[in-house]
């Protein structure tokens, strides 16, 4: 598969990026599927990748999936540097509270939902999504972890709590069980069309529109109740690989869809602490090694390819020459190799 290079956006890519969000049926809040507002995103990434970072402000870090032989976008995936600082990230946190009334030999827990602006000061993994024509591939699962090598190069440009914010479940006609019966009775408008509002305002009314206090959660819908926590079942095989990283669900929900919100400290994923920092010495035509590992770069220009590796020792392997050239490597450069 070392005709797939995993890079850095370029503004070239708006068009692919464009027509590949557009396949997108489920949406992308993070990356609106406007021509004009993916073209700010990707503008916004440019800059952040040559940007100088003595403090975190609002960089946000775009790579793609590129099936070079078609020159073709099939994928992208991104991290936001900050998030909960200038712009308050609203999500809702389910609490159980325990009752008991001796009086009336009564003991039982309920469960309520309360908006929270908990998350501060963290980093967040988004705009993650592949061509469906590519997914048996393998390659979503590389997608999302090439974010974790980036980290791992360049852990000053991200805060120390990394989150996800997963996609909930969405019912046969496009619409959210749990917005329907919380969000709507507030904001009375469709799910679809609050996701595109509310997102590209910042979150900024949401303390102003959903409720301030806490809800007892059998309020809601036994619909709405059943999907708090879960995961759109194309989202599922992202969960397992956050989890596999080693993140954590801790009761915090989207507010629009209950999708669950995951969380790892940087130095404790799994990537990060497992990926091997090497140095080129050697390149062949042929390699005596058929297993296929990810090998990355160690610059800002972020590139990373698919290849089989020779090693001579723990730090020192030998590429093939059409890798070297297409990832731009010389003898004696620095690389990751998970």
Known sequence: MSNFMFRTVKMDDLDDVFELIKSNSGGMSSL?????????????STSSFKKKTDFLENEKYLFVLEELDLRKIIGISGIEAVVGCEHPFYVYKIDR?????????LAYDRETISLVNDYTNVSELCSLFLDRNYRKFGLGSYLSRIRFLFIRIFPERFFNKVVA???GVIDADGGSPFWQSLGKKFFDIEYNEAIQ???SANYYPL??????HPIYLNFLSKEA???IGKTHINTKPVLDILSSEGFTYYNYVNVFDAGPIVECQKNKIKTIKKVKECYVTGQKDKLTTDKKKLVANMRLDFKAMLSNVDFINNKEVILPKKILKAMQLKIGDQILIL
Not at 36 to 43: F, M, T
Not at 207 to 212: F, N, V
Request: hydrophobic share 35%.
């Open 97 to 105: 509270e325990h009752v008991l009334n001796s009086q009336l030999n």
């Open 197 to 199: 509002k509310i997102s």
């Open 207 to 212: 303390a102003d529109i959903l409720p301030k």
């Open 32 to 44: 609106l599927s406007s021509k004009g507002n993916i073209k700010r995103q990707i503008k916004r």
């Open 165 to 167: 914010d997963l996609r």
């Open 225 to 227: 109740i059943n999907v």
